[in-house]
T-cell receptor
């Protein structure tokens, strides 16, 4: 069985400061990892993914994430937070073997304070 | 815009009503999905269609009935719903369901069952 955990319900960060949203996962095979963002009254929007290769993945809007196999983590990061980054962030994992459905975390609310 | 549209955006229905949710994707994708999003819970995958064939049904009550007439359109027919079915219903699509492709989500239909 695969699972994903987002240990923080909410993360508060001051505008201009670096931000980190945490995600850990569990899969039997090689993980495919995804980050999505959801703004109010909108659907989820894809930010970035790790499939294979370089552990540091860069995505939309200046976000990046680092795949750490030993810690089974895939934390989302941004060097300088913007107020417009305030939203709900979802980590998701899929087992890379054959067809497996995607499992989403419960989401972390990011609040960037002006 | 993600290339996935959903109508209506908001729906209020009584427990004895019949209504349908519509989803359309303009991305040329082969897989389409219905998800249920409730507060403080992970996204619940309801149905998966691949090349217009239903390939997954995750123990969803029969009061939810999906239909995929072609690869661009997906419907969710609703009848005799319960108040606990009130949620945001999200449609998504992806290139196919077997690979590392990310999903593209519509804005969702906010359903309230009275």
């Amino acid at each position: 069985a695969q699972s994903v955990a987002q240990p923080e319900d909410q993360v508060n960060v001051a505008e201009g400061n670096p931000l980190t949203v945490k995600c850990t996962y569990s899969v039997s095979g090689n993980p495919y990892l995804f980050w999505y963002v959801q703004y109010p009254n909108r659907g989820l929007q894809f930010l970035l993914k790790y499939i294979t290769g370089d552990n540091l993945v860069k995505g939309s809007y200046g976000f990046e994430a680092e795949f750490n196999k030993s810690q089974t983590s895939f934390h989302l990061k941004k060097p300088s937070a913007l107020v417009s980054d305030s939203a709900l962030y979802f980590c998701a994992v899929r087992d890379g073997r054959g067809y497996q459905k995607v499992t989403f975390g419960i989401g972390t609310k990011l609040q960037v304070i002006p | 815009e993600t290339g996935v549209t959903q109508t209506p955006r908001h729906l209020v229905m009584g427990m004895t009503n019949k209504k349908s949710l519509k989803c359309e994707q303009h991305l040329g994708h082969n897989a389409m999905y219905w998800y249920k999003q409730s507060a403080k819970k992970p996204l619940e995958l309801m149905f998966v269609y691949s090349l217009e064939e239903r390939v997954e049904n995750n123990s969803v009550p029969s009061r939810f009935s999906p239909e995929c007439p072609n690869s661009s359109h997906l419907f969710l027919h609703l009848h005799t719903l319960q108040p606990e079915d009130s949620a945001l219903y999200l449609c998504a699509s992806s290139q196919d369901r077997y690979s590392s492709y990310e999903q593209y989500f519509g804005p969702g239909t906010r359903l309230t069952v009275t």
